[in-house]
């Protein structure tokens, strides 16, 4: 029996790459993780939008493992995959797994973060540095006056590319009030991995180091806002922090609604990764799809994309996040 499967899987394994015809090309998608909520709408609004297109997508998701991810991109390429689109764990890591895809004559599309000193041919992302300042911004707008404001900073992953414009951009909007003493920054990190456990851990040594008298945790997306919160709620803090967030994650929605987190970034997901589906394609086909920016990773000017954000609070959840379909009224409860 087993004599016989191992010819019959190669054979349909061959007539898979076989039909990886330009007419019906075949993506692949190397996700970093599936972890964060965002991520799985990324992924299926993709396929959907590869299946309209005629084509197939070949995920992988590396559960934020470096060694892994290159390991997925070079099993991609080797199942003759017609164009990747990568969502990179670490901005500096793939750069080897982007050379494989480069000598193997694989495009590559990076999304949402960038891939460094990388022959990459398109970017596909938010405009990230306007997430950070729409998060600095509603912080500051909402500080007490009269006294100096007592904040905490939690950046996220320092591998994420991403990470260092969301702080860029809040930094646009603190950096000027920390100089002038209105704002006073008592704890600030990176949580490894924008996981919330190590969000929670900086928020506890944040309480530890400085006491309860903190006024915002500007956190840089809602995943880590959740560990935040956890820990504020410990020390009977929670709701009377001020603390931001980004994705428009269901738990953030929630929490907002709550009064536990003050707002969100929403980013509009179904638009950016529908978008990159369409360009895959067009890649795969030997088109050119059209860009509206360059952006410099250190090895070329990278023919770019950038879709905009929108800042979410209490006042504004329903006709945002709700009328655009990405969560209904009723599950927000
Ligand atoms: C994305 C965010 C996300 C974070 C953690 C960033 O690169 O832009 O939307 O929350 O990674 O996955």
Same mark, same amino acid.
């Given at each position: 029996m087993k004599t016989l499967l191992a010819p019959a899987l190669l054979l349909l394994a061959f007539a898979a790459t076989a039909f990886a015809s330009k007419k019906r090309p075949v993506i692949g998608l190397s996700l970093d993780t599936l972890k964060e909520e965002r991520w799985q709408r990324d992924r299926d609004t993709f396929i959907e939008e590869a299946k309209k297109l005629g084509a197939t997508?070949? @995920?992988? /998701? %590396? &559960?934020?493992?470096?060694?892994?991810? !290159?390991?997925?991109?070079?099993?991609?390429?080797?199942?003759?995959?017609?164009?990747?689109?990568?969502?990179?764990?670490?901005?500096?890591?793939?750069?080897?797994? @982007?050379? /494989? %895809? &480069?000598?193997?004559?694989?495009?590559? !599309?990076?999304?949402?973060?960038?891939i460094l000193n990388a022959n990459i041919d398109y970017y596909l992302t938010f405009d990230n540095v306007k997430v950070g300042e729409a998060q600095g911004g509603y912080a500051a707008a909402r500080l007490p006056a009269g006294r100096t404001a007592r904040i905490v900073r939690i950046y996220g992953a320092p591998t994420d590319n991403n990470a260092k414009l969301f702080k860029q951009g809040q930094d646009n909007i603190l950096l000027p009030l920390i100089k002038a003493g209105k704002i006073e920054v008592v704890h600030e990190d990176w949580a490894l991995d924008w996981k919330p456990e190590n969000a929670k851990k900086i928020m506890n040594a944040a309480i530890t180091k400085s006491g309860r008298n903190i006024d915002a945790v500007v956190v840089s997306n809602d995943g880590t806002a959740g560990g935040a919160i956890q820990a504020l709620q410990e020390d009977g803090l929670a709701g009377k922090v001020l603390v931001t967030g980004q994705d428009a994650d269901l738990a953030a929605c929630q929490r907002i609604l709550r009064g536990t987190q003050a707002m969100t970034v929403y980013k509009p997901l179904k638009n950016l990764a529908a978008l990159a589906a369409r360009v895959a394609v067009d890649v795969a086909k030997g088109k050119k799809p059209a860009t509206s920016a360059t952006l410099d990773n250190g090895a070329k000017q990278v023919p770019s994309i950038f879709e905009k954000v929108i800042s979410v609070d209490k006042e504004n959840l329903h006709s945002t996040v709700v009328a655009d379909g990405f969560h209904r009224a009723a599950d927000l409860k």
């Amino acid at each position: 029996m087993k004599t016989l499967l191992a010819p019959a899987l190669l054979l349909l394994a061959f007539a898979a790459t076989a039909f990886a015809s330009k007419k019906r090309p075949v993506i692949g998608l190397s996700l970093d993780t599936l972890k964060e909520e965002r991520w799985q709408r990324d992924r299926d609004t993709f396929i959907e939008e590869a299946k309209k297109l005629g084509a197939t997508v070949i @995920v992988q /998701s %590396a &559960n934020s493992d470096d060694t892994r991810q !290159v390991r997925d991109v070079e099993s991609l390429i080797s199942r003759n995959v017609d164009v990747l689109v990568i969502v990179p764990h670490n901005g500096a890591a793939m750069t080897r797994a @982007v050379k /494989s %895809a &480069n000598d193997a004559k694989v495009p590559v !599309v990076a999304y949402d973060r960038l891939i460094l000193n990388a022959n990459i041919d398109y970017y596909l992302t938010f405009d990230n540095v306007k997430v950070g300042e729409a998060q600095g911004g509603y912080a500051a707008a909402r500080l007490p006056a009269g006294r100096t404001a007592r904040i905490v900073r939690i950046y996220g992953a320092p591998t994420d590319n991403n990470a260092k414009l969301f702080k860029q951009g809040q930094d646009n909007i603190l950096l000027p009030l920390i100089k002038a003493g209105k704002i006073e920054v008592v704890h600030e990190d990176w949580a490894l991995d924008w996981k919330p456990e190590n969000a929670k851990k900086i928020m506890n040594a944040a309480i530890t180091k400085s006491g309860r008298n903190i006024d915002a945790v500007v956190v840089s997306n809602d995943g880590t806002a959740g560990g935040a919160i956890q820990a504020l709620q410990e020390d009977g803090l929670a709701g009377k922090v001020l603390v931001t967030g980004q994705d428009a994650d269901l738990a953030a929605c929630q929490r907002i609604l709550r009064g536990t987190q003050a707002m969100t970034v929403y980013k509009p997901l179904k638009n950016l990764a529908a978008l990159a589906a369409r360009v895959a394609v067009d890649v795969a086909k030997g088109k050119k799809p059209a860009t509206s920016a360059t952006l410099d990773n250190g090895a070329k000017q990278v023919p770019s994309i950038f879709e905009k954000v929108i800042s979410v609070d209490k006042e504004n959840l329903h006709s945002t996040v709700v009328a655009d379909g990405f969560h209904r009224a009723a599950d927000l409860k």
